[in-house]
């Protein structure tokens, strides 16, 4: 009597472990064509290979555009950084990574509280001042 409780017991829960296991149809890693517009507006290649140099100016960068820098991590690659806007909160992650032997790949995600920011001007307007300080860095202008 006792192995029959333990038989049902463990089907029972056999049932519902392979019941809990059934996929939902959730899209969560399905990549849509949008996603693949996002990252390029998102991207930008800067022919140097110093990424020292380019945290640097990153973070100067930030700072510049009213954001108190988190965090900045020179193996990873990545600073984050925020500021208010109005009642909101805006986030911005840059990460910077080799491409090839002689271009850096800086990539940048801002998010307004928990919404990404998708607008192709705010990332624009990023990049046009990381070219604008690179620029002085380069010509060692403060």
């Known amino acids: 009597m006792k192995s029959l409780k333990n038989n049902y017991l463990i089907c029972l829960i056999s049932i519902f472990a392979i019941c809990g296991c059934a996929t939902t149809g959730n899209k969560a890693f399905k990549t849509s064509e949008s996603q693949v517009e996002l990252r390029s507006i998102q991207t930008r290649a800067f ?21 108190v820098v988190r965090k900045a991590d020179l193996i990873l690659g990545s600073v984050t ?18 491409r090839g032997e002689k271009q850096l790949l800086v990539r940048v995600n801002a998010q307004i509280g928990i919404r990404s920011v998708e607008d192709a001007e705010t990332y624009q307007d990023f990049f046009n001042a990381l070219g604008k300080a690179l620029f002085l860095a380069a010509h060692k202008v403060d």
């Not at 022919?47 to 960068?61: A, E, F, H, W």
């Not at 500021?83 to 911005?92: D, H, P, R, T």
């Open 47 to 67: 022919d140097m290979t110093d990424k020292k140099l380019m945290m640097q100016t990153v973070i100067s960068t930030l700072q510049d555009l009213d954001f």
């Open 81 to 98: 950084g925020s500021k208010f806007l109005g009642n909101a909160v805006v986030a911005m992650t840059v990460t910077i990574r080799p």
